[in-house]
T-cell receptor, first 114, second 111 residues
Framework: EAGVTQFPSHSVIEKGQTVTLRCDPI?????LYWYRRVMGKEIKFLLH????????ESGMPNNRFLAERTGGTYSTLKVQPAELEDSGVYFC????????????FGPGTRLTVT | RKEVEQDPGPFNVPEGATVAFNCTYS??????FFWYRQDCRKEPKLLMS???SGNEDGRFTAQLNRASQYISLLIRDSKLSDSATYLC????????????FGGGTRVLVKP
């Protein structure tokens, strides 16, 4: 069974540009999550989809971040316009159960904004 | 105050030795507790869930103390492959299904 995949693995962009990150969850997992780790800090929750619906987006830092999950399959996270403080590693995770601590993480996208 | 606090380490452990470390959580409404393992520049992976009665998985033992709001992880007979960052993770159903992570405890097992 394929795991969670993320694309790209690395992205370097200039401040003010736009970047779109993609996540493909494990097949059959209705729950998809985005997390972020900025340098020197702990991993922090961004948002949670159940199928195509946003269940919880309390962790989204501001309206420069837009997440979508078309048809309840893959998800994208767009940052527009990117700022220096957006640099970090963006992880996607998926789970089968709604209330489950067993979330399967993708390898992450390392975003550097210069 | 951070919601989940961990000693960042590193804990330098001789191969074959036992190492233990804790994490504390601030929200008494926390309901589920986990240890995740993260290797350098890799994704976190679930190591084990932590139950109120304590639980063991091979060389790993996890304990939960709700009264004092801390979780512990003990690794016996440490292997070189146990070198990693161990993340303490908390989940509150009232807050949805988001996981709250500690900053991690780094463990280095040396020959």
């Amino acid at each position: 069974e394929a795991g969670v995949t993320q694309f790209p693995s690395h992205s370097v962009i200039e401040k003010g540009q736009t970047v779109t990150l993609r996540c493909d969850p494990i097949s059959g997992h209705d729950n998809l999550y985005w997390y972020r780790r900025v340098m020197g800090k702990e991993i922090k929750f961004l948002l949670h989809f159940v199928k195509e619906s946003k269940q919880d987006e309390s962790g989204m830092p501001n309206n420069r971040f837009l997440a979508e999950r078309t048809g309840g399959t893959y998800s994208t996270l767009k940052v527009q316009p990117a700022e220096l403080e957006d640099s970090g590693v963006y992880f996607c995770a998926s789970s089968q159960e709604v209330f489950s601590g067993e979330q399967y993480f993708g390898p992450g996208t390392r975003l550097t904004v210069t | 105050r951070k919601e989940v606090e961990q000693d960042p380490g590193p804990f330098n452990v001789p191969e074959g030795a036992t190492v233990a470390f804790n994490c504390t959580y601030s929200n008494s409404a926390s309901q589920s507790f986990f240890w995740y393992r993260q290797d350098c520049r890799k994704e976190p992976k679930l190591l084990m869930s932590v139950y109120s009665s304590g639980n063991e998985d091979g060389r790993f033992t996890a304990q939960l103390n709700r009264a004092s709001q801390y979780i512990s992880l003990l690794i016996r007979d440490s292997k070189l492959s146990d070198s990693a960052t161990y993340l303490c993770v908390v989940n509150m159903r009232a807050a949805g299904n988001k996981l709250t992570f500690g900053g991690g405890t780094r463990v280095l097992v040396k020959p």
